[in-house]
């Protein structure tokens, strides 16, 4: 039906940049808000930013300032620069979307593998 599939991650050292991105394929009529998550090692899965259809964006206190999510509605494609990247930034980025595909009302959230991100000396 529809498969998100994350690229981007790798390893970095504290105070580098990456850009993650994520995209949506398959069966897709619309989309509505598409995210991402993150979960460290031993630590819940947590919402890093996440955009509206409309460009509205929501961020972790923990990232503000430092993260940019964009969205490519024509591509179905979710993006998160990040920045000045710390340790604690290390974790498994996962991408989010709420879809409806055709032949529906409603719209399911669905989730990709995860890319890992790993920020080191």
């Known amino acids: 039906q529809v498969q998100l599939v994350e690229s981007g991650g790798g390893l970095v050292q504290p105070g580098g940049s990456l850009r993650l991105s994520c995209a949506a394929s398959?069966?897709?009529?619309?989309?509505?808000?598409m995210g991402w998550y993150r979960q460290a090692p031993g630590k819940e899965r947590e919402l890093v930013a996440s955009?509206?259809?409309?460009?509205?964006?929501t961020y972790a206190d923990s990232v503000k300032g430092r993260f940019t999510i964009s969205r490519d509605n024509a591509k179905n494609t979710v993006y998160l620069e990040m920045n000045s990247l710390k340790p604690e930034d290390t974790a498994d980025y996962y991408c989010?979307?709420?879809?409806?595909?055709?032949?529906?009302?409603?719209?399911?959230?669905?989730w990709g593998k995860g890319t890992l991100v790993t920020v080191s000396a």
């Open positions: 398959g069966s897709i009529l619309s989309i509505n808000t």
């Open positions: 989010n979307a709420h879809v409806r595909t055709w032949g529906t009302t409603y719209f399911i959230a669905y």
């Open positions: 955009i509206t259809i409309n460009s509205g964006t």
